[in-house]
Structure formats: structure tokens, C-alpha cells
């Protein structure tokens, strides 16, 4: 019997998406332990996924108590919102830059709680705009484009 239908099904999402990547990467060269290819990374990543799940898995098939937790219908609103902005996000980066872009997607995303607060919002939107120019300017030297394109 199944213990915890949310761990179940959670289980088996990491097992489908862990193996699909761990198989898809066998496709590229894997290489050894010193040199290895561009597979060797998403390979190990699948697998541990993939057994992150099977744990879960295992863990879910127990016993089953009366009153557990039950998953409850998909949520379409959260889902929607947060889907529609990262394509915002996606198609807003080149035009606007970063710094316009990632608020915006912060910003849309947090209407996809419950509990929507407009100080929260712009203080996470703030943090995560300067967290991810600082790591993508300073540490990883990827040069996004930070303003709205001239003429667009």
C-alpha cells in the first residue's frame, strides 16, 4: 500500500526525469574519471536523481495509515503564472535586459502564492537582480545584456 501518496508520485517524477536524463546523456561521450566527457556530468546527476526517487519510492511504499496526505487536484493557476513567466523572462531578456527582465519575473512569479505582498516581492526581486548580475558579470564573466537594446 502506499504511506504518502505525495512522496509516491514525487518519486516516481525523479525516477522518469533521473533515468530519461541518465539515458539521454549516454549519448554523448562519456570519457573516465580524468578526462572525462561532456556525458560524465549529466550522467551522474540522472543517476542520483533517478535514486533520490527510488528512495522516495521506497519510503512511500509502506503500510498505509488512515488520515495520511492524499494529493490533492492539480493547482492550474500557480502552474500557469509560473510557467508564463519564465517565457516572459525568456522572450523580455534580449529586449529589456536584466536588470528590467528579472524583476519582472520575480514579480510575476510571486503572484502565484497565496499570500502576495508587494514589500516581499520587490525586496526578493532586488536580492535576486543584484545576486544574479554579481554572478554573471563578476564570477562567471557572461556578459548578459543589463538595459533595454538601443532601438528596440
Not at 517524477?13 to 554523448?28: E, H
Not at 496526505?69 to 503564472?81: A, F, I, K, N, S
Not at 535586459?97 to 526578493?124: I, K
Request: with cysteine.
Amino acid at each position: 500500500m502506499i504511506k504518502s501518496h505525495k512522496n509516491f508520485w514525487s518519486g516516481l517524477v525523479f525516477v522518469a526525469a533521473g533515468g530519461g536524463f541518465a539515458w539521454r546523456a549516454l549519448a554523448y561521450g562519456l570519457g573516465d574519471a580524468a578526462t572525462p566527457g561532456p556525458g560524465f556530468f549529466p550522467l551522474g546527476l540522472g543517476l542520483m536523481l533517478a535514486l533520490l526517487g527510488g528512495v522516495l519510492l521506497f519510503g512511500a511504499l509502506t503500510l498505509e495509515t488512515p488520515g495520511q496526505d492524499r494529493v490533492e487536484g492539480l493547482r492550474w493557476r500557480p502552474l500557469l503564472v509560473l510557467l508564463g513567466g519564465v517565457a516572459l523572462f525568456g522572450v523580455l531578456l534580449p529586449r529589456l535586459g536584466l536588470l528590467l527582465s528579472l524583476p519582472l519575473l520575480v514579480l510575476s512569479t510571486c503572484l502565484a502564492g497565496d499570500e502576495f505582498r508587494w514589500r516581499e516581492a520587490l525586496l526578493t526581486a532586488a536580492v535576486l537582480t543584484a545576486g544574479a548580475w554579481a554572478i554573471f558579470e563578476w564570477l562567471l564573466k557572461l556578459h548578459l545584456p543589463l538595459w533595454p537594446a538601443a532601438g528596440a
